[in-house]
């Protein structure tokens, strides 16, 4: 207890209202080892941070439900990237006679046996500059993911191949037999569950929230809104409208 929180008060010293890691960010057993019970609240701290530098690994055993403490991180750059070695037949590194592949990449999440991971909250992120980007969950809870071709967007990295650079494994059986999918109202996947953590909206969207159109039960709340066909938005009426009724426009 008392290393966790000597550990965890050097941590924050170091982090706090940080905006720009300049390295990489290696999160795994270890890290929870050194801060016990603290680690999660440890790791809010970083919840100011919008780029790294280098590359992000997260390696989790049963730590999180989400990573939430990365809600406002917008860019990895991967000027450094996290390498891995892995089978061209689907083995282990360590396997007779598997032909290594290696592997390079700037965000890496491996949940593989973890029961506690359910998404990972990335919803600001928009920029992996170089490198791959690797979700392994076959054994997991974790359901709530983008689709390869939304990640493929946010990616920089010269002749792209959406195959062997965005590898993402996990177990649809299990999420679609308890029901740990993407809201019906996403296109592209989604960071987690509802309608407030879509890639993007299939339809319309209203303060952050996906819908499928703009009345006032589909939205939650008793006003006046009207769809703003351009840009996919519900936008509200005049305020002299009557609440709960509709518009064609702001006027």
Same mark, same amino acid.
């Given at each position: 207890e008392r290393k966790g929180?000597? /550990?965890w008060k050097a941590f924050r010293r +170091?982090?706090?209202? /940080?905006? #720009? #890691?300049?390295?990489? #960010?290696?999160? @795994? @057993?270890? !890290?929870?080892?050194? !801060?016990?019970?603290? *680690? *999660?609240? *440890?790791?809010?701290? =970083?919840n100011t941070v919008e780029e790294i530098t280098g590359y992000l690994s997260i390696q989790t055993t049963n730590m999180f439900e989400n990573f939430s403490f990365f809600r406002n991180l917008k860019r990895i750059r991967g000027l450094s990237l996290k390498t891995s070695w892995t089978c061209e037949n689907g083995g282990s590194g360590g396997d007779q006679g598997c032909n290594r592949v290696q592997l390079n990449a700037a965000l890496t999440v491996q949940a593989s046996a973890d029961l506690t991971l359910e998404s990972l909250l990335l919803n600001d992120l928009s920029l992996v500059e170089q490198g791959m980007i690797i979700i392994f969950a076959? +054994?997991?809870? =974790? /359901?709530?993911?983008?689709?390869k071709e939304a990640l493929a967007k946010i990616m920089k990295k010269p002749e792209l191949d959406l195959q062997t650079d965005i590898v993402i494994t996990y177990n649809k059986t299990y999420c679609q037999l308890h029901e740990m999918m993407c809201h019906d109202t996403c296109i592209g996947g989604c960071w987690g569950p509802g309608p407030s953590n879509c890639v993007q909206c299939s339809r319309l969207s209203f303060e952050g929230h996906c819908v499928a159109s703009c009345t006032s039960a589909m939205v939650?709340? @008793? #006003?006046s809104l009207y769809e703003d066909v351009e840009n996919k938005v519900c936008k509200h009426c005049n305020p002299e409208c009557a609440a709960g009724s509709s518009c064609s426009g702001p006027e």
């Open positions: 929180r000597k /550990c +170091k982090y706090e209202n /940080c905006t #720009i #890691i300049e390295g990489d #960010i290696d999160i @795994d @057993d270890k !890290f929870s080892g050194k !801060f016990g019970d603290r *680690a *999660a609240y *440890a790791l809010d701290i =970083l076959n +054994k997991s809870r =974790l /359901c709530y993911l983008p689709e939650g709340q @008793d #006003i």
